[in-house]
């Protein structure tokens, strides 16, 4: 009687256990992906919810001042500023409004990686890196993957609103967006096409736009489509010496498909990279009056 496998039999049963993990490991990524998915919409919940409690208590959304004049707030990004809604008071005590975000003992704790406004899918989220105005390697800033909608805005090129990247003037409402990097931040009654067909906030890659950061700034246009120019964009990192302005500033996941939102009634959708162009920018603007149509 044999006691062993002949060499056709082994070879048969490697073909086997081959093809099985041929079968499993996709579906063990998806699962995966799945779950970072998940974990991604309920940081977008968590953050959608925090601005409208915000909302509530001051009247408007929180502001960004990147660009704001010495006479008017500190410049701060507006992510650290919900941080007691996000129930981080402990952070949110340790920091010092009254100067700006970078200065004193802030910079120490705003470029510490903040999990929060992390994506669990994006592999570069705890970089350190060089962001506008701050350049390595003494000035580098911790990422966020969730930036504020400064509206249909176009970049350097691309369709959209002027001005470019939405850099409005100081303090003016004239962002199309309800936040945006020069000051000021909209009312819920300013959102005249609705709070459930308005973008309040979606995912970004930090990493990949150098005006995309926790302290200090983090917006996106609709100018170009979602996960515009990824690969591009993680092979060559920008910098400040090049900082790939048009091709950066946008919405963009490392999520098959598309990116995760929250209009500003804080509900959380996915919306594919496919979604038509037009559809696409009119849940950009606040009050564009565009029909409103479901992505």
């Known amino acids: 009687m044999r006691k062993a496998f002949t060499i056709v039999e082994l070879l048969v049963v490697v073909v086997i256990i081959a093809l099985l993990v041929g079968l499993v490991l996709p579906a063990i990524g998806a699962a995966r992906e799945a779950g ?9 919940r968590q953050i959608g ?10 009247k408007q959304l929180p502001t960004s ?70 350049a390595g390697p003494d000035w580098i800033l911790s990422q966020a993957d969730y930036a504020a909608n400064i509206g249909d805005h176009t970049n350097l090129s691309g369709p959209g609103a002027m001005p470019p990247f939405g850099n409005v003037p100081s303090g003016s409402p004239l962002a ?24 309040l906030a979606g995912e970004c890659v930090g990493a990949l736009c150098i005006t995309q950061n926790f302290a200090s700034q983090c917006f996106a246009t609709t100018a170009h ?8 964009l993680a092979a ?3 910098t400040i010496d090049n900082p790939r302005w048009d091709e950066s500033v946008g919405f963009r996941s490392f999520h098959p498909g598309g990116a995760v939102f929250a ?29 409103a149509v479901d992505p």
């Open 236 to 238: 060559d990192l920008p």
């Open 176 to 199: 199309r967006g309800v936040i945006s990097r020069t000051g000021w931040s909209a009312r819920f009654q300013d959102v005249t096409d609705g709070l459930s067909k308005t973008l």
């Open 65 to 134: 001042e990147h660009y704001g004049r010495p006479d008017q707030a500190q410049r701060w990004g507006w992510l650290p500023k919900i941080l007691p809604q996000l129930d981080d008071m402990s952070l949110f005590t340790r920091l010092n409004f009254t100067i700006d975000s970078w200065d004193g003992d802030n910079y120490a704790l705003l470029r510490e990686p903040y999990s929060a406004v992390l994506c669990p899918s994006n592999p570069f989220a705890r970089l350190m890196l060089e962001e506008e105005n701050f």
């Open 263 to 291: 209009t500003c009634d804080a509900a959380v959708r996915f919306i594919d990279d496919t979604i038509d162009g037009t559809v696409y920018r009119g849940l950009a603007s606040r009050a564009g009056g565009e029909v």
């Open 49 to 58: 919810l925090a601005m409208q409690t915000f909302h509530d208590a001051r």
């Open 225 to 232: 489509p979602i996960n515009h120019m990824n690969d591009s």
């Open 36 to 44: 970072r998915r998940t974990a991604c919409q309920n940081s977008l």
